[in-house]
């Protein structure tokens, strides 16, 4: 089941320390051979499948890519980028924090991956794939002539094979992160390793988001020599050595040399990269959770790339040699879960007329400054299943009064809401994540467009650290004790296909404690079919079902942007990462 995150990051996200401390990448040791052959690049093999281009999603966003003067790419460099938020870790089978799988997505491989000019699936290490006639059979033809490098020397380790894919799935199955391939149905005891670049796996069941959870960066592909030599991994327990928590040796196109916890990690360009060659010598990525810090970096130049918060890009408008470009629409989304189970949220006509109090155009325009939208959830606008026609909640106090009405409520004398006996309705609770920086301006102002109706909530800011306290694991592990009436959550994406916003059971009843059988069987029918036609009518059915149950309010869907200085040329937005990090293979300055 997909991890909660609030601020961008998982909930889990740790505080560093405050003591600096300097992380070097080191290569494995003992009895580890390094294999050492000639230098050779191979270039990419265009994929040759048919079936599965069926599988295949269109993913959320306009990409565009910086604009410049300069039209031919220059090599060398070095690039420096402000994020917010540093990640706890960067194994992929366990990191939970989008920071972390920024840095696996330019140190390691999965078998797919998307073009980041049309966000479909194209060849990574898997240079083709067949699906059976039954949807239960995938078969992936493997990159030849492709190394791991060991970061510390830059030097060969060894060849990528099958062996490779067999040990890092299994591997991240029995992880944290294992519920995506789980959630799949991947069946790993069916792997046969028909040549050493040749293998097929079966699945429990069909899962035509399948070749989207291969692409997810989770399922990125390491070497099983370097775990080994550090204590490999504990399937039983989920558990994982400390080398790989705060170390990567991958196949892509940069190498993680340093990281300096608490500061910054360096990546150096691949020299044994099997694609194309980086433009970047190097990358320095800091992490900065301040924003005032990140805004005065960017302003004076002193980085190239910076996350700069909704509030603060107005005032870098006409700055000379700053560039503030929108790339469309993320498929990042805000929500609010109203606990189904809980008075007075149990109550449809109750979560209806709060889903009709709350001003949408305040949040879009006021709080995120024009760089969100609303729409109609749970699939966000512009992915594969988004239907349309189906419109938004739209803030109609009239209607939301007439809805509390239905609900057995009316204004008493002192502007509350009461029974018909006079009993006035208790406070409600309304739990949002401080770390997520606009949170809490989002929920003062829906607590005072609920005031409006009458009804009043209490707000509770939770850290990372008591955030968890107030989640319910799924509905049966709902608990109603500690649950409070409203939950306000941030949902990114673990793969690009409309099943991680819909999967049974409903990803939202971590927040909202909800169950619904037609649901459940409309999903069930949407992963089950490989035609496109019968998913978007059942994503459409989900649609209208979960907003007529009004479980979640939609707060809104959040747009992407990038700001970075002029001399930027090539930067591409991913999908996976909105933009709390970029693929740095592409980018190149003037």
């Known amino acids: 089941m997909k991890q909660i995150r609030n601020d961008g990051v998982a909930i889990s996200r740790v505080i560093l320390a405050s003591i600096v401390i300097v992380v070097i990448i080191v290569a494995a040791v003992g ?96 240079t083709a794939w067949n699906v059976s006639s039954n949807g ?91 775990d080994i030599a550090h204590g490999g991994y504990n399937a039983t327990t989920g558990t994982v050595n400390s080398f790989m928590a705060s170390n990567l ?17 360096t990546l150096m360009a691949n020299p044994y990269y099997w694609g194309p060659k980086p433009y970047l010598n190097e990358v320095i990525v800091n992490y900065r959770e301040d924003s005032s810090t990140r805004f005065l970096d960017i302003k004076s130049k002193s980085v190239q790339v910076a996350n700069v918060d909704p509030d603060l890009l107005s005032q870098l408008s006409g700055t000379s040699g700053i560039v503030v470009k929108t790339i469309g629409l993320s498929l990042d989304v805000g929500t609010i879960g109203l606990d189904t189970q809980l ?76 029974w018909s006996n006079g009993t006035e309705l208790p406070v409600s609770t309304f739990v949002y994540p401080e770390d997520w920086p606009e ?46 009436q409203m939950l306000a959550q941030y949902w990114t994406p673990d ?12 990803p939202y009843s971590y927040t909202n404690g909800y169950t619904n059988a037609t649901i459940t069987n409309l999903y069930n029918e949407a992963i089950a079919t490989s035609n496109q036609t019968l998913r978007a009518q059942y994503y459409s059915q989900i649609t209208e079902d979960t907003m007529a149950a009004a479980i979640s309010v939609w707060a809104f869907q959040s747009v992407g942007y990038a700001v970075y200085t002029s001399n930027v040329n090539g930067l591409l937005f991913n999908p996976l990462l909105a933009t709390y990090g970029f693929d740095w293979q592409s980018v190149w300055l003037s």
């Not at 040796?249 to 300096?260: A, E, N």
């Open 249 to 265: 040796v991958g196949t892509g196109p940069y190498m993680l040399t340093q990281w300096v916890m608490g500061d910054h990690m």
């Open 31 to 126: 009895a580890y051979l390094v294999v050492q052959k000639p230098a050779t690049t191979s270039t990419t093999t265009s994929s040759t499948s048919s079936s599965s281009s069926s599988s295949v999603t269109s993913a959320t966003s306009t990409t565009s890519s910086s604009s410049s003067s300069v039209t031919t790419p220059v090599y060398g460099g070095t690039l420096v980028a402000d994020e917010e938020f540093e990640p706890s870790a960067i194994d992929p089978a366990v990191t939970n924090t989008v920071s972390g799988l920024a840095i696996d997505a330019n140190v390691m491989d999965t078998l797919l991956t998307y073009n980041l000019t049309t966000n479909a699936l194209i060849p990574d290490l898997a």
């Open 343 to 418: 008075f007075p949220t149990n109550n449809v006509d109750v979560r209806l007329a709060i889903e009709h109090a709350i001003n949408y155009s305040f949040i879009d325009n006021s709080i995120f400054d024009g760089y969100a939208s609303s729409f109609a959830g749970p699939i966000p606008m512009g992915m594969f299943g988004y239907n349309d026609s189906i419109a938004p909640y739209q803030t109609n106090i009239t209607l939301a009064n007439a809805e509390m009405t239905a609900a057995g409520y009316h204004i008493d004398s002192s502007g509350n809401l009461a």
């Open 136 to 226: 239960l059979m995938y078969t992936f033809t493997l990159r030849q002539g492709v190394y791991f490098v060991n970061p510390a020397t830059g030097t060969k380790l060894d060849e990528f094979n099958a062996t490779d894919v067999q040990y890092s799935w299994t591997r991240v199955e029995s992880m944290m992160n294992g519920y995506v391939f789980n959630g799949a149905g991947l069946n790993m005891s069916t792997f046969n390793m028909i040549n050493p670049y040749e293998f097929s796996v079966n699945l429990t069941a069909p899962y035509s988001a399948f070749l989207s959870c291969v692409a997810d960066f989770y399922n990125s592909i390491i070497d099983p020599n370097v």
């Open 439 to 484: 949170a809490g301006l989002l929920a003062t102002a829906i607590q005072s467009d609920l005031g409006a109706i009458g009804f009043q909530v209490n707000l509770i800011g939770a850290t990372d650290a008591s955030y968890g306290n107030y989640v319910g694991n799924g509905v049966t592990g709902f608990n109603l004790t500690s649950h409070p």
């Open 495 to 506: 793969f690009n296909d409309p099943a991680d916003y819909t999967a049974s059971p409903f």
